[in-house]
Nanobody, 124 residues
Framework: DVQLVESGGGLVQTGGSLRLSCAASGFGINDYTIGWFRQAPGKEREGLSCIFNLDGNKYYADSVKGRFIISSDSAKNTVYLQMSGLKPEDTAVYYC?????????????????WGQGTQVTVSS
C-alpha cells in the first residue's frame, strides 16, 4: 500500500525555519510526483512545491519561492521541505502527496495519495 507520513511540524517564531519530512512507502519516490501542500482554516488547499516525475524538475508556488526548498533522498525514500523566513501567514496544516499521473504539478486534484498532515504554527 502507498503510505506517506509527514513529520517536522511545530511552533516557530516569525523568521524561523523548519524542515518537514515526508517518508514514503509502497512505492519509489523517483517514480511518482511528490508534492507539498498546505491548508489553513477556512482556506482552500494550496500547492507549494513538488518534484515532478516526468521531467525531474522542481516547482514552487510564488508564495514560497525563495523561502522554501524541496529535496529528496532516494536511499531513505523521503522528500523534504526546508522552510525558512517563516511568516504568520504560513501557519497551516502541511501535507505531502504523491501520484504517478500528475500533469499539472501543483494542482491538489491531481494527487491520489495523501499523508495525514503536520501542523506548522508561526507566531508573530
Amino acid at each position: 500500500d502507498v503510505q506517506l507520513v509527514e513529520s517536522g511540524g511545530g511552533l516557530v517564531q516569525t523568521g524561523g525555519s523548519l524542515r518537514l519530512s515526508c517518508a514514503a512507502s509502497g512505492f519509489g519516490i523517483n517514480d511518482y510526483t511528490i508534492g507539498w501542500f498546505r491548508q489553513a482554516p477556512g482556506k482552500e488547499r494550496e500547492g507549494l512545491s513538488c518534484i515532478f516525475n516526468l521531467d525531474g524538475n522542481k516547482y514552487y508556488a510564488d508564495s514560497v519561492k525563495g523561502r522554501f526548498i524541496i529535496s529528496s533522498d532516494s536511499a531513505k525514500n523521503t522528500v523534504y521541505l526546508q522552510m525558512s523566513g517563516l511568516k504568520p501567514e504560513d501557519t497551516a496544516v502541511y501535507y505531502c502527496a504523491a501520484d504517478d499521473g500528475v500533469t499539472v504539478p501543483l494542482w491538489p486534484e491531481h494527487y491520489d495519495y495523501w499523508g495525514q498532515g503536520t501542523q506548522v504554527t508561526v507566531s508573530s
